[in-house]
């Protein structure tokens, strides 16, 4: 019984201790790696930069969403079809603001040059924006953007923190299967 229970520990040790590991490993792919990182405005989490675009018969951002964010995202609108307002830096800008009618969790595609990056926001009613998460283009340009485009998420989830399981509390739990095991033997 106590050895069954020790395998059982040990297993879901193994467990926790590899979704960890995957877990802290997307995040750094998502927000740390990547060019989309080097924006010094406020936002949740980010991918990118892709090359191409996000919208259009031949964009990849929804996918991207979908895969990197979880699924149910659609495209809302862009600053083209007057859904996102530059409030503040513009077409060919780098830098600036934007404002919609929305509000709430979101996501916004900063598409400038031959590429764009994806940033999940808190609220899409106002939000900054950069183009220094894309890819440079001639001899390390900066480019201006060509258009700021908006999605949400099917039921507006709120992004979750995940959740580590602290280095002591895993020592805890062999130390347990150990004292079993010995206590077994005795």
């Known amino acids: 019984m106590i050895k069954q229970l020790a395998w059982t520990v040990l297993g879901s040790t193994a467990v926790l201790l590899t979704q960890s590991l995957t877990s802290a490993a997307q995040a750094a792919t998502l927000g740390g790696s990547g060019t989309c990182a080097n ?84 609220d899409l009613a106002s939000f900054d924006w950069s183009t220094e998460g894309v890819t440079p283009v001639g001899k390390g340009n900066t480019p201006g953007l060509s258009h700021l485009s908006v999605y949400k998420q099917a039921g507006d989830p709120e992004p979750e923190p995940e959740s580590v399981p602290e280095p002591s509390l895993l020592l805890g739990v062999l130390g347990l299967v150990g004292a079993g095991i010995r206590l077994k033997k005795h």
Do not use: H, M, R
């Open 39 to 122: 924006v010094s405005f406020n936002y949740i989490d980010c991918a990118g930069a892709f090359s191409g675009n996000d919208k259009g018969a031949q964009g990849t951002g929804l996918n991207n969403l979908d895969a990197l964010f979880g699924s149910g995202w659609s495209f809302v609108g862009d600053n083209e079809d007057s859904t996102v307002s530059l409030t503040s830096g513009g077409k060919n800008s780098k830098t600036g603001s934007a404002s919609t009618s929305l509000s709430g969790f979101g996501a916004i595609a900063v598409k400038a040059g031959n590429s764009y990056s994806l940033y999940t926001v808190a």
